[in-house]
């Protein structure tokens, strides 16, 4: 069972645009949903998280938009910059906060064309 | 910020040997750490949640005779991918959260091994 689905899977945009993916959740318990950015053989960095008592938060040109009757929260990348180019990751968990293990979204390939 | 490190960043055994991978919490404790897969192109699977002290929770599906973790300290975990095989290959990456409350979920930047 997947908790936690993202769309696209692959995306390519214009240096400039506006990336954005969606990720859908299944459990009514989770109650923290972070985003992570990965480079090829890298870890996951934290890029922005979200709580469910809030509809959008901001960080630079990062924003997470939460819709918690429609279970979804997307984000989006203004301007996005070649440098963005990455594979990025939906998560959630459950529990007292960001406590609880993290469960992934299937990961979508960003490609920012110069 | 929180640094998480993983040693060896790769390695590659031969199949019927194990290899240990270690997971250190550099600058602050960690009561808590996870292990993830990832295969190529792939999202990063659960495997087993170490907490310092106490027996490792595994996930569904994975065995906890082949893939051994000791959480002994507030800043080392280690997993030990016992009698490798060829299917064993992959990205094994590991995540700590300080230890109070709330914190954010630090990775470190993996391991990826392969078994010949």
């Known amino acids: 069972q997947q908790q936690v689905k993202q769309s696209p899977q692959s995306l390519i945009v214009q240096k400039g645009g506006i990336s954005i993916i969606n990720c859908a959740y299944e459990?009514?318990?989770?109650?923290?949903f972070p985003w992570y950015q990965q480079f090829p053989g890298k870890g996951p960095a934290l890029l922005i998280a979200?709580?469910?008592?809030?509809s959008e938060k901001k960080e630079g040109r990062f924003t997470i938009s939460f819709n918690k009757s429609a279970k979804q929260f997307s984000l989006h990348i203004m301007d996005s910059q070649p440098g963005d180019s990455a594979t990025y990751f939906c998560?959630?968990?459950?529990?007292?906060?960001?406590?609880?293990?993290?469960?992934f979204g299937q990961g979508t390939t960003l490609q920012v064309k110069p | 910020g929180a640094v998480v490190s993983q040693h060896p960043s790769r390695v590659i055994c031969k199949s019927g040997t194990s290899v240990k991978i270690e997971c250190r919490s550099l600058?602050?404790?960690?009561?808590?750490m996870f292990w993830y897969r990832q295969f190529p192109k792939q999202s990063l699977m659960l495997m087993a949640t170490?907490?310092?002290?106490?027996?490792?929770?595994?996930e569904q599906g994975v065995e906890k005779d082949k893939f051994l973790i000791n959480h002994a300290s507030l800043t080392l975990s280690t997993l030990t991918v016992t009698s490798a095989h060829p299917e064993d290959s992959s990205f094994y990456i590991c995540?700590?959260?300080?230890?109070?409350?709330?914190?954010?979920?630090?990775f470190g930047n993996g391991t990826r091994l392969t078994v010949t």
């Open positions: 995540s700590a959260r300080e230890t109070p409350r709330g914190s954010p979920l630090h």
């Open positions: 459990n009514t318990a989770f109650d923290y």
């Open positions: 979200i709580r469910p008592d809030v």
């Open positions: 998560a959630a968990s459950k529990g007292s906060g960001n406590t609880g293990k993290l469960i």
């Open positions: 600058d602050f404790q960690a009561t808590t």
């Open positions: 170490s907490n310092e002290g106490s027996k490792a929770t595994y």
